[in-house]
């Protein structure tokens, strides 16, 4: 203090009577200056222990210059600032008012508390540390602030918040003790719904209005309209399609859009970007229609096809069946390419459902249409079996064309599976039967190459020849032979015996070998009839005249007919009593 320190000695010589006077003004001057009122002054000087304030009164203020906290604080005060502080105590003897301006700041502190717990109103703090179960905030004083009131929802980096200025509302306060408790929540929620209430207020249907992207989701992005957010969906974002936001939009970009729908009790507001420009598919059947070559670009690949663009919010489907010719389904990458640029065709257009099916293979000519001009029925081709199914074998004649062998047409014999026959990626040669371009068929034939076998068969066989032949199949009207290999006919139950039979299995077995009789013959439809039992009979006959033949003429007719039919077995059959008598009085005779 020695450099603060006054010469207190006069060298002026006064009068006891001015002295007197002297004295009684700064009397007066001290009483004003009572300890624990606030003083307003300005900064004179700045020395390494204290800091000179004139506050108006005769005698300058001091105080300690540690009250100033840090050295960033301290370098800031300069000569001419204004400053407040509370006054401590006036030092006649030295001539100093010692001040305070920690107390100074605690006192505004409590009146600004007072004042915003009374009227509701906010009030400005630090946040200075964490502690249990909340913060420490300096607005002044050091005041309390609960983890439940420090946001609208839970803090889950508390660090982050320390060394922040924020807005607070006064939940309680105590002057006495000095206590306070602060709220941040509470202000959010006010500040929210005056925001909220604002925003609602000029919001309408139909209405553009400005915004900027907060964040991007999967299924759209939120706008922040003037403290309230907006959800722009997807699907609202354009008229074509895209697969995220992202592809459109960024966070903090700036955007118009369309208010579509709102409800303030819900806080929901649905906005449309895509609603700014004309929907393209009003007028859509005035620009496209059925069987028009058209050009766009692949924006889209899936399993089941391409989609292709024909103009922004405007989409075409070219299914997986419609790529190629081929009867072969080939993944829509190994063909095309998103934003290759491609020749396609219109298939159907569905304005209500906003659906265009478009094909990518009719833009050529069918494969089989090429390859009519050069082969018909009854050419010979070689190729490559490239399937083999129940019903048949497929096999490749050029690329891209691929014909059906049916199983019937694989040999003249009878043919279980075309895998008896067939294998897959086995070269042969076949004979076209068809083709059928409308149908987008062709048949093919092996068989054929040998010759039609039925032509050979009927030119040297006519009703009334006997043939061997072998059981393959018994059924309920009767049973199926083979005559030879891809050769077959049919013996109804009639036919199998003299006797009545209901049920083929009970005389006859598979691969059985008999003689049969030809009684009925179809060239056109290449089937026949044959008989077991005409065929007995016809053998019966062969035999009677063989036995004729040896005999000399001792014999009169009657008695050769007479042995030989004697000498035939005939099937047995169940005669009634009737028929008995009559059989037993013809032996008699």
Known sequence: MSELTKNTKKEDNISSKEYE????????????????KLLRG???KVTPTHVLVDVGSKSEGIIPLEEF??????NAIQPGSEIEAILEKSNLKEGYLHLSRKRAIAQKALDNLETAYVRNNWIVGKITNKIRNGYTVNVGIETF??????DVRPVKEPEK??????????????????????????????????????VFDQLSRGKKIRGKIKSLTNFGAFVDLGGIEGLLHISDMSWGKIHHPSENFEAGQDIEVVILDFNEKEE???LGYKQLIPDPWQDIETKYFTGQKITGKVVSLTDFGAFVELEPGVEGLVHVSDLTWSRKLVHPKKILAIGEEVTVTILDLNPETKRISLGLKQISPHPLEIFKQTYSPGSRVKGTITSITDFGAFMEVEKGIEGLIHISDISWEKTKHPSDKLKVEEEIEAIILNIDVDKQKLSLGIKQLEGDIWEDFFERHKIGDLVNVKIVRLVSFGIFVEITPGIEGVVFLSELDERKIEDPAELFSLGEEKLAKIIKLSQKDKKMSLSFRQAQLELQKIEYQKYVRSQDGRHTLGDIM?????????PKKTTNKKEKKKEEKDDKS
Do not use: C, W
């Not at 006077?21 to 624990?36: I, R, V």
């Open 161 to 198: 918040m320390i060394g922040n200025i924020y807005k607070f509302k006064v939940i309680r306060f105590d002057r006495k003790t000095e206590n306070a408790v602060l709220s941040r929540k509470l202000l959010l929620q006010d500040e929210r719904e005056k925001r909220k209430k604002r």
């Open 21 to 36: 006077a002297l004295l009684d003004q700064y009397q007066f001057s001290a009483k004003e200056l009572s300890p624990g």
């Open 69 to 74: 906290g840090s050295t960033k604080d301290i």
């Open 562 to 570: 007479k042995d030989q039919l004697k000498t035939i077995s005939t």
């Open 268 to 270: 929901k507001i649905s």
């Open 145 to 150: 602030l609960p983890d439940s009131h420090a």
């Open 42 to 44: 300005k900064v004179i």
